[in-house]
């Protein structure tokens, strides 16, 4: 199983970015798969779901209205559309799969807010 994050950067409050997560050594198309993100000092939190075909999503209370998870099962990938973001999104953000009650993580990709 391999994940791999991009999109991350630098971005002042209010702006946008997407994130993407590349996905392989497995059927991509069976599996929900999930966002998650660490700020400095903090516990990793889980920010958003998808399950495996796509039309059911779930979304942290902090990050509702503001952030969009979507999946393209032809290319296996997953993404987050952030939106409005805010400086309290500062964070690695993570894609994750479990897997038979294993979870793999991508390396992350950093995502700064600020000004």
């Known amino acids: 199983v391999h994940l791999v994050e991009s999109g991350g950067g630098l971005v002042q409050p209010g702006g946008s970015l997407r994130l993407s997560c590349a996905a392989s050594?497995?059927?991509?198309?069976?599996?929900?798969m999930n966002w998650y993100r660490q700020a400095p000092g903090k516990e990793r939190e889980w920010v958003a779901r998808?399950?495996?075909?796509?039309?059911?999503?779930n979304y942290a209370d902090s990050v509702k209205g503001r952030f969009t998870i979507s999946r393209d099962n032809a290319k296996d990938t997953v993404y987050l559309q952030m939106n409005s973001l805010k400086p309290e999104d500062t964070a690695v953000y993570y894609c994750?799969?479990?897997?038979?009650?294993?979870?793999?993580w991508g390396q992350g990709t950093q995502v700064t807010v600020s000004s």
């Open positions: 994750n799969v479990r897997i038979a009650i294993r979870d793999y």
């Open positions: 050594g497995f059927i991509f198309s069976r599996y929900d």
């Open positions: 998808i399950i495996s075909a796509g039309g059911s999503t």
